[in-house]
């Protein structure tokens, strides 16, 4: 358990440290090399996992095939995953943000984005495109869809901002 969690630490503060050297030492081919293991590293680990969400999916599959439905193990089970799958995007996010920045890749579709990110990303369109797409696919499945609020603040002046969409219970 402790180089589960001390590993990757490690790795990532021994990555932020030779980052910290001098450009013309950083610049060395010996240097240079250094950094593309670590990237490859990276690059590796994300490709190896491509995979995982169908092979999570089939895995659940066989396990209802094979056992059925109980409530209570299925709560548990969909504990897990919500956090299984939160942790996967974040991981995922991580890592190609990491590979766009310090690797020879680029974005060429969006040259104005840091890595991956985009600085004048209007998060409020972002929810609101997720939330039509979740939706419609609650709408194909049940007969209703919760409705969705939106408060934004603006990072300049701090008021509320409401969206058209109506107040629900869910946000």
């Known amino acids: 358990m402790f180089l589960r969690k001390e590993l990757p630490v490690?790795?990532?503060n021994t990555m932020r440290e030779v980052?910290?050297?001098p450009d013309k030492l950083l610049n060395q081919p010996s240097v240079r090399l250094v950094q593309k293991c670590?990237?490859?590293v990276l690059i590796e680990i994300r490709n190896r996992h491509n995979d995982v969400v169908p092979t999570m999916?089939?895995?659940l599959i066989e396990y209802k095939e094979k056992f059925g439905f109980d409530p209570f193990v299925s709560s548990n089970i969909q504990y897990f995953l919500d956090r299984f799958y939160t942790n996967r995007i974040s991981f995922r996010m991580l890592i190609n943000q990491h590979t766009l920045l310090f690797g020879n890749d680029t974005n060429p579709a969006h040259p104005k984005h840091i890595g991956s990110i985009d600085p004048?990303?209007?998060v409020a369109d972002v929810v609101n495109d997720a939330y039509e797409?979740?939706?419609m696919l609650c709408e194909q499945y049940y007969p209703a869809a919760p409705t969705l609020k939106i408060t934004e603040f603006n990072g300049?002046?701090?008021e509320p901002c409401y969206s058209n969409k109506e107040l629900s219970d869910v946000t």
Do not use: I, S, V
Request: glycine share 4%.
């Open 156 to 158: 300049t002046h701090r």
């Open 10 to 12: 490690r790795l990532a």
């Open 133 to 135: 797409t979740a939706r």
């Open 38 to 40: 670590f990237l490859e």
């Open 19 to 21: 980052n910290l050297l």
């Open 57 to 59: 999916a089939q895995g």
């Open 120 to 122: 004048a990303c209007d």
